[in-house]
């Protein structure tokens, strides 16, 4: 990948003579700490003076020993620790012009004129009225003789970045707020083993979770679990709702269901603006239904633990894209918000996020509840309508009757999440009136006649499962084409969604390419990536590849822990893939790796020879451990065991080796609630494009279909989902080894090795722009790398 050079890159974007002080304010995130690490050492390696201020506001206020200097090791090893490691406290102090004119005093002593902010919209808030009333603090301070004139004229102005740490995921503007997905994981721990008890006695739980007034974590978890109901505060139920919930309650339970899950966000309200509370809830189930009703309030739980790989990436990305934002400003750039759409940074300017932020609660507070959903942004929009869609079964009477057959099935390795997407292919089929069917065991079972139809009760309580339900095998369809045309004509099968890995898009190649020979073919064909290499063309991300980056993490971190205490140790973990290095590279970013090896960077004797040279330096002076990780196929002559060779021989002396080969636990596992939400968005947007498709293809009492647009693969591309023809992917693969030409996260390489100590070239052509929030909502057609 070319990159441009060091000196280009340090003329347009030095940070000598500057210094950047990070605090987190307000409530604590997992994610933070991997946020400030981030913004401590870009700063650095721009060469400007980073500055710690602890306890938040509180400690910009008090000053003295609160503000120190950060160092390259200061934040060693604590990627992984959940909270803040340089404390958060609420400052009532600094809401008075007193307190703000003593913590400028206390910042212009350091010479502090770029401030970054990790907090909600509260801090952020705080942030940008201390930036507007800096002229005239500066002014107060020389008048009262605190400080020179030539003090205030060095450090006129003041620039604000702010990164929003806050696990209710309720500010306006921003995909995803730091620590949204570790209190989801959180969640749905919790959710995943209440439910083996709640099915052994038959019981009914009412879990209560945090949000404020925002009803995301409840939604999304809600999605995450097939909750039978869920209470937000942006959209009240209907009165009436308490008999319609028990309706659906006891339906459930006389379909053989043998528990039931309702989650109550914390700000939940009716239509009067009277609060719901869990207890409300339990007592209406008990009452009505004589139910065994238990109430479990997550509480500060969902704060804690471990950062996910979401958040350490997400918050890794927008530190550095913090600092460039701060070496970018002007006097008069508005104080921003960095964040990411899609798979894009962008930058938007602060006090419009917190403008329409405060929009919500209004249009909550006029009852415009309608409008507050819409003011939540699309992705909010997207995961209420698709928890409708799946949740609320319509009776058969109210159901379309479309008298089409659409046959669902896996392809490939397994990936956590394809059940989750089946589910919601199949909930989402019926209700357009479709006669679903599921398809065992691949092409393989298809060709053998393994088909049967599936229904709305059969596919409940899949979507926490991992692996394959329907199975999956890696049979590719040619051989047997005449015998799956022969299937598609015995069962009148009008459209196909497969789900799989790169495996699935031969296949659809493979089917495309026999349309010619075989008429019965000739129907809708959908794809939906699942995989948790990641390297199906046509998209940023694959069903699976979150859990398994996860499953990657998590080790990565307990291996980093097992050499705790002891002598200094370099670990050498192996990751899958295949050809491709995303595993490696993206779990490389969020484990805190100090080199990664993929075949995409070819590398020789040299580089690793620097590499153990680099990693020997920073042993002899302060780390304790080293971690290396390896794509399985990054080179066929420097394996794991000569990599670990290699170190353990240079190393001697300094520190000592171990090897780990990873292996199937990638693959394992029940699915992140990223990859449960993400499997069940994308089948639900595929089974909608598939009713089209057969709506519009339908001629003379048959569906034809052989236009290169009836056959796409569904994939997230920057900002927005898209459906493209297999048949045009092909140009963009390199099926020798099982890759796309070009990938995304490749330039999430340099930012790796700028964090563990690197001096490489930065590509900054690709960081964010200032945008306008209602713009930014607006013009995309869905969001997508929120969950």
Known sequence: MAQPDNKKFFENLSGAGKAIAVLTSGGDAQGMNAAVRAVVRMGIYVGAKVYFIHEGYQGMVDGGDNIKEATWESVSSMLQVGGTVIG????????????????AHNLVQHGITNLCVIGGDGSLTGANLFREEWSSLLAKLVQQGMISDDAAEKYSALHIVGMVGSIDNDFCGTDMTIGTDSALHRIIEVVDAIMTTAQSHQRTFVLEVMGRHCGYLALVSALACGADWVLIPEMPPEDGWEEKMCEKLSANRAGRKRLNIIIVAEGAIDRNNKPITTEHVKDLVVRSLGFDTR????????????????????ASRMGVE?????????ANTPACVVSLC????????????????????????????????KLRGRSFENNLRTYKLLAHRKPESELPHSNFNVAVLNVGAPAAGMNAAVRSAVRVGISEGHKMFAINDGFEGFYKGQIKEIKWGAVGGWTGQGGSLLGTKRTLPAKYIGKIAEQIRKYNINALLVIGGFEALECLLQLCEARRTFEELCIPLCMLPATISNNVPGTDLSIGADTALN??????????????GTKRRVFIIETMGGYCGYLASVGGLAAGADAVYIYEEPFDIRELQSNVEHLTEKMKTSIQRGLVLRNENSNVNYTTDFIYQLYSEEGKGVFDCRKNILGHMQQGGAPSPFDRNFGTKIAAKAMQWISKKLQESYRQGRVFANTEDSACLLGMRRRALVFQPVTQLKDQTDFIHR????????????????????????DVSDSGQLEHVVCNRTKESDTTTTI
């Open 88 to 103: 958060s406290a609420r400052c009532m102090e600094f809401r008075t012009h007193e307190g703000r004119l003593k913590a």
């Open 295 to 314: 109430v479990t309030i997550l509480g500060h739980v969902q704060r804690g633990g471990t950062p996910s790989a979401f958040d350490r990436i997400l």
């Open 322 to 330: 913090a600092v460039l934002a701060l070496l970018e400003t002007t």
């Open 342 to 373: 899609g798979n894009q940074a962008v930058r938007l300017p602060l006090m419009e996020c917190v403008q329409m932020t405060q929009e919500v609660q209004k249009a909550m507070d006029e009852k415009r509840f309608e409008d507050a959903v």
């Open 551 to 564: 499953a990657i993490v998590e080790t990565c971190d307990r291996i980093k822990q097992s050499a705790s």
């Open 739 to 762: 890759i796309p030409k070009e990938q995304w996260w490749l330039k999430l390489r340099p930012l790796m090795k700028i964090l563990a100590k690197y001096k490489t070239s930065y």
